[in-house]
């Protein structure tokens, strides 16, 4: 059997330092090299057979994450905020973070995070940018109202974005100005473009094959619109990785940190290490799901009456991710099974 080699990789914009160690801990070689694709073939072509490595989560680390994998014996993908070693350490730079990741990979101390498929990434990527789209629509909305309260116009909020009522007070309002009006008609446009693009990306989504029959299986359960399908499907991935519901409210950031010494426990605001994605979207979801679901109206009402709306929306939350999550594993769609109590003669 040929000896394994193991490879640190601390990944920057420009350059990615590594270190590359024999299983007794042996340096074979360390320095850097740029980040650019040709760079790294010839530094592959250097490196001693068979090598396996491991790099630090960032934006950098997906085109090469797979870049390296069908060069190398495996390859890992390591959760920043659980690199202890490096983030506590006194003295830190990229050669000493290169060694230390190499080390925790050898000893089988690496903290692995889940890396999805080239296919689900890419397409991930584009939900994301719907994302900003939106944000960047409803930032030329607000725009549209600050600019007519600025010059003291009154119009109707419920209809200042609808295309006749906008078209009709930019031609009989006389408080709005010339100048006013062509800021008003640029942000219009702005808005209108913005859907439309947005409009596009979503039903590109929809229709793609890899996710057209996932997505249509989870829209099936009550309360679940394609974004909510999708943003599920892309944010998951493949959900075997869950081995619990548990684990999959705590990806979702539906549960607050427990801290717990001796026979005092505490229980903490929702957490910041989550997929902030799936979060607002499944709040969003959860806060109309009991117009459209009998079972989870009953379900918001009950935690409702024990003081607080906030909370009641999070267990409509959790429900819905028990619902995706039962869905999903299943790979059928959603069915109201109904229980009978039996009585006993």
């Known amino acids: ?45 250097t490196l001693p057979q068979s090598w396996t490595a491991a790099m630090e989560a960032t934006m950098f680390t997906g085109w090469i994450y797979d870049h390296l994998r ?36 050898r000893c089988d101390f690496l903290p692995e995070c889940y890396m999805a498929p080239t296919a689900i990434r890419e397409r991930r990527r584009t939900l994301r940018y719907r994302n900003l789209l939106v944000r960047q629509m409803v930032q030329m909305k607000n725009k549209i109202g600050m600019l007519l309260m600025e010059a003291g116009v009154s119009y109707n909020k419920q209809r200042l974005h ?18 006013l009006r062509s800021l008003l008609r640029l942000c219009r446009e702005t808005v209108v473009r913005l859907q439309r693009t947005e409009s596009a990306l979503v039903g590109s989504l929809e229709r793609d094959p890899l996710l057209l029959e996932r997505v249509e299986r989870l829209m099936s359960i009550p309360a679940i619109g394609p974004i909510t399908a999708l943003t599920w499907a892309l944010e998951v991935g493949e959900v075997q990785r869950f081995s619990s519901i548990k684990k999959a409210i ?11 010494s001796g ?83």
Request: aromatic share 6%; net charge positive; glycine share 4%.
């Open 1 to 45: 059997m040929q000896p394994m080699y193991y490879i640190g990789l601390d990944v920057h914009k420009r350059k990615i330092s590594y270190c590359v160690k024999d299983s007794s801990g042996t340096i074979h070689s360390e320095g850097s090299i740029p980040a650019t694709r040709l760079d790294l073939d010839r530094w592959m072509k």
């Open 70 to 105: 069908p060069h190398a014996a495996a390859l890992k993908v390591a959760h920043p905020l659980m690199l202890r070693a490096i983030a506590m350490a006194k003295k830190k730079n990229d050669r000493i973070d290169a060694s230390k990741i190499c080390d925790c990979l």
């Open 162 to 179: 609808k295309t006749g009522y906008f078209r009709e007070l930019l031609a009989t309002n006389p408080e709005i100005n010339e100048g």
């Open 250 to 260: 705590s990806y979702c950031g539906l549960c607050g940190a427990e801290k717990s």
């Open 263 to 345: 026979n005092t426990i505490q229980r903490t605001p929702l957490s910041k290490q989550r997929n902030k994605h799936l979060q607002t979207t499944l709040i969003e979801a959860a806060k109309m799901a009991p117009r459209y679901s009998p079972t989870l109206a009953l379900l918001y009402d009950k935690e409702k009456q024990k003081g607080n709306a906030n909370r009641a929306t999070l267990a409509v939350a959790r429900k819905l991710v028990a619902y995706l999550m039962a869905v999903d594993r299943g790979q059928r769609s959603f069915q109201v099974v109904e229980t009978s109590r039996c009585v006993a003669a």
